[in-house]
């Protein structure tokens, strides 16, 4: 059982830090090829189009889907928690408690990551939108 326990600890926290690792650097090497970006250079908006919003998508789905890793490593860490109790058939509150907790910091990860993601999806879509006016403008 401990094995389990620690699958469900360290495996959905291990999941959320590779899922936060991934959304940051795209969305720094997004920045970096945004602000590189000469509008003048494209001929065709959707040449510019496809160029600015490749990846955008992966951290838009990071930040969608990482508070339900976190939801998923909770109920996985609650179930344990009670599975424990029904087997050694005690109900002492401290156990319980210290279980209920350490299963609520995968949703806190989770939570901890789908933020920071979706505020920089946004950056990037923002500057996505600023960058396609401003072709629409030069070429209008």
């Known amino acids: ?26 969305a720094i090497e997004r920045w970096f090829v945004l602000r590189k970006i000469r509008v003048e250079d494209f001929r065709n908006r959707k040449e510019l189009e496809l160029v600015i919003t490749q990846k955008i998508h992966v951290i838009a789905t990071i930040g969608a889907n990482s508070p339900y890793v976190g939801l998923l490593g909770t109920i996985l860490g609650i179930m344990l928690t009670f599975y424990t109790m029904g087997e050694k058939g005690i109900a002492n509150s401290t156990d319980i408690m210290i279980g209920l907790a350490l299963a609520l910091k995968a949703t806190a990860a989770g939570i901890l990551v789908a933020i920071p993601s979706i505020v920089l999806y946004n950056m990037i879509l923002r500057k996505v939108k600023v960058l396609l006016l401003k072709w629409d403008i030069a070429h209008g």
């Open 1 to 26: 059982m401990k094995e389990l326990k620690f699958a469900v600890d360290y495996g959905v926290i291990g999941i959320l830090a590779v899922m936060s690792v991934i959304a940051v650097a795209i």
